[in-house]
């Protein structure tokens, strides 16, 4: 017997049938994920020199420790018991939903209801559960509680407060209304974008396009990077979801144009973290951090049928920010040979390309200074890539500090009372200089 202190092992005993029980493996178990792998080795042991019946309270499909011993003894015989959820269901009058063992629950993410959470037989893993379905549904939902006495409506935060615990105790949530939830998943995200997007839904949402709402996901991103960059938490939680809410709205459109569908977009990235990660799914083999990244470089140019340095140069997006869509470039052109030897050898191209836009200057060659002034770039950002530098980041954090001095510098001039448009570019320069100075006094 799993255990001998519940009614089912009552009834054994009424029997007169002499029987085991495992009770003793619950106090050497380390936590409740460990508590079902004990029961079965336990019971897997014993197997080895006689027949075993090993009994459980409810059904055998829904006990975890019976779970493992069917999956590893394949002769194993399950016979059919009470089932402890479709006891609570009924008990609670809800009916259809998924079903799922307390002691099971720790890799349990999903929030599909309705819901019935069963072997909740002790204080201890119910407060485990409770902050589970806590983070799922939020504190103040509505649930019952069944125990043998029935099923009483309770707020998810009571699940741990009950005054009798046992082995046919379970928690059940019945569906809920989207509007009325308090936490959400990204399939409640897909159903709130398909609403406003429906007959008598949102008339802007109701119009936008794939091209049209194209600009909110560049801003969405640089508004999470900025997040990040203040490291600020609750801007994150709120950017990151403005991000993955513009995925689950081209999703969407997707969808309703017979294109893709939402489960497309999700199978399409875990199938690419699968296949790009093949020194953690697969047979590579990565080291460090650089081995990983090469095994995903190689596994991306397989995946995207890259056969040629050149495919890979012409695959970096246009829509990149010019900088980082020039050292991606870069990058990719010197894996296969094609870049400079070192900084000085840049640096050199610098020079050249500087001459040339100052020759453009003197012909006033309106399309030629464009044309130099983009080579001059292009050149210190391979100095910079060269250097080790991320070009993107150095040229956002100098103008940055560009910003600063200049706001230092207007308050030093108004301080002395001037206006900067009044004096001239050496008093200007001077200010400056003082600005800077200050700045670097206070590091």
Avoid at 70 to 80: E, F, N, P, Q, S
Avoid at 117 to 141: M, Q, R, T
Avoid at 300 to 317: F, L, N
Avoid at 337 to 356: H, I, M, P, R, T
């Amino acid at each position: 017997m799993r255990t001998g202190e519940t009614p089912p092992a009552e009834s054994v005993r009424a029997l007169g049938v002499p029987f085991e029980t495992l009770d003793y493996i619950y106090g050497k178990s380390r936590s409740f994920d460990t508590l079902g792998k004990n029961l079965a080795a336990a019971v897997s042991e014993a197997g080895k020199s006689a027949n075993v019946a090993y009994c459980v309270d409810g059904d055998a499909s829904e006990d975890v420790s019976a779970q493992i011993l069917l999956k590893k003894h394949k002769d194993a015989r399950a016979v059919g018991g009470v089932s402890k959820s479709s006891r609570a269901f009924a008990a609670a009058h809800v009916f259809g939903g998924t079903a799922v063992s307390a002691y099971g629950m720790q890799g349990y993410v999903r929030a599909s209801l309705p819901l019935c959470v069963y072997d909740i037989d002790c204080d201890l893993i119910a407060g485990d559960v409770k902050l589970k379905l806590c983070d799922l549904f939020g504190d103040e939902a509505d649930a019952f509680f069944v125990s043998e006495k029935g099923a009483k409506k309770i707020k998810l935060y009571e699940a741990d407060r009950q005054k009798v615990y046992g082995a046919f105790s379970a928690v059940v949530i019945d569906e809920m209304p989207l509007l009325k939830k308090k936490r959400f998943d990204y399939e409640d995200l897909l159903e709130l974008m398909r609403l406003l997007r429906a007959p008598g839904g949102c008339p802007w949402d109701r119009a936008q396009t794939h091209e049209s709402i194209r600009a909110n996901m560049i801003e969405e991103a640089y508004e999470l990077v900025d997040a990040i960059d203040l490291k600020d938490d609750d801007k994150i939680v709120e950017e990151t979801g403005d991000v993955l809410m513009q995925g689950a709205f081209h999703s969407v459109l997707g969808e309703e144009e017979g294109a893709f569908t939402s489960a497309d977009v999700l199978s399409g990235v875990c199938s690419k973290l699968i296949f790009r990660h093949s020194h953690i799914f697969g047979e590579d083999k990565a080291a460090d951090e650089g081995g990983a990244l090469s095994v995903w470089e190689k596994n991306k140019r397989k995946e995207k049928g890259q056969k040629t340095a050149g495919d890979s140069v012409a695959d970096v997006p246009k829509a990149f920010p010019a900088v980082m869509r020039a050292q991606k470039v870069g990058k990719r052109a010197a894996k296969s040979g094609y870049d400079f030897k070192n900084v000085d050898e840049a640096s050199q191209k610098v020079s050249e390309e500087l001459a040339e836009l100052k020759e453009a200057l003197a012909a006033g060659d309106k399309a030629r200074i464009e044309e130099e002034a983009g080579d001059l770039l292009f050149s210190a950002v391979n100095v910079g890539r060269l250097a080790g530098a991320d070009c993107e980041t150095a040229l956002r954090e100098s103008t940055d500090k560009f910003v600063a001095r200049f706001l230092r510098t207007e308050a030093l001039l108004l301080s002395d009372g001037k206006k900067m448009e009044e004096l001239s570019a050496d008093e200007l320069w001077a200010y400056y200089e003082r600005a800077k100075k200050d700045e670097n006094e206070a590091r």
